[in-house]
């Protein structure tokens, strides 16, 4: 299918500024003989949420790792916040990745540290210069921010409810002051309050802090609440990047039985009541 709503080889502002974050082009990935990219495109703006989404198996996650170097591509260019991720020595990419931070799907918490000592580890790695008091300062207020209280920092992760460890593994994501935040299924395994209410603190600090947000989720409700446009995977690439509005106007039939499923129009029923009222 051609994509009706096509971002162009490079975005621009007004002005003449670059406003892309994150460009991928032509990427390749594949296991052996299963192909799961191949030729795929994708532009992410500066300060905004961009959903990914696709059916089981499309890759979102393996997109997520190509574009912040966990996972090697066969083929393509990978560039962030300016700098080609491909090939890049070791302090090369240490120099990029500290501008950004990483939320994964279980929070990846140390279990041996607890959430103060975790949420230190990239400062102590990056800064280590950087010692106590000031130390235990910054993650303190990184632990705030994440909406946790007080008492949280000296508990293992061990202690903590589910919610309460992707609040924690937030506030080591927010540990460098990053520029770009990458959340994969933020929400996943979360009641349906904490999910919200997790959503909304995501769209605070994106605005508070300026943030850049990739966020992998398959919540219909987060992608209509806090998701600026959305990109959808499928058919080995992104067949389609808009808000949901531009999304439904396409034939494609995975997003159309995704958006307008019983889910979807449930979905969309809730966020324009929660609009509206």
């Not at 499923?261 to 509206?276: C, I, W």
């Amino acid at each position: 299918m051609t994509n009706p709503i096509h971002q162009g080889p490079r975005d621009a502002n007004q002005d003449g500024r670059d406003d892309i974050i994150i460009s991928v082009r032509g990427l390749d990935n594949s296991f052996g003989e299963q192909i799961i990219h191949e030729n795929l495109d994708l532009d992410v703006r500066r300060g905004e949420i961009l959903g990914v989404v696709g059916g089981s198996g499309t890759g979102k996650s393996v997109l997520m790792r190509s574009i912040i170097g966990l996972q090697r591509p066969s083929a393509g260019e990978i560039d962030v916040l300016g700098e080609t991720m491909i090939d890049r020595n070791e302090d090369e990419a240490k120099n990029i990745r500290r501008r950004w931070g990483i939320l994964f799907q279980n929070g990846a918490l140390f279990s041996t540290l607890t959430v103060a000592e975790n949420v230190e580890v990239p400062i102590r790695e990056y800064f280590p210069y950087i010692v106590p008091p000031l130390l235990d300062e910054i993650a303190s207020y990184k632990i705030a921010m994440s909406g946790l209280p007080a008492d949280a920092g000296p508990k293992y992760p061990s202690e903590l409810s589910g919610g309460m460890r992707k609040r924690a593994g937030l506030a080591r994501a927010l540990a460098l002051d990053p520029e770009l935040l990458f959340l994969d299924e933020p929400t996943a395994g979360l009641d349906p309050i904490g999910a919200a209410a997790f959503d909304d603190l995501i769209r605070a600090l994106q605005k508070k802090l300026e943030l850049t947000v990739f966020l992998i989720t398959h919540d219909l409700d987060t992608l209509h609440s806090i998701c600026d446009r959305v990109a959808v995977l499928s058919d080995r690439k992104v067949v389609a990047v808009g808000t949901i509005e531009e999304l439904l106007a396409l034939d494609h039939p995975w997003i159309q039985e995704y958006f307008n499923g019983p889910r979807g129009r449930a979905a969309a029923g809730s966020y324009e009541e929660a609009v509206g009222a």
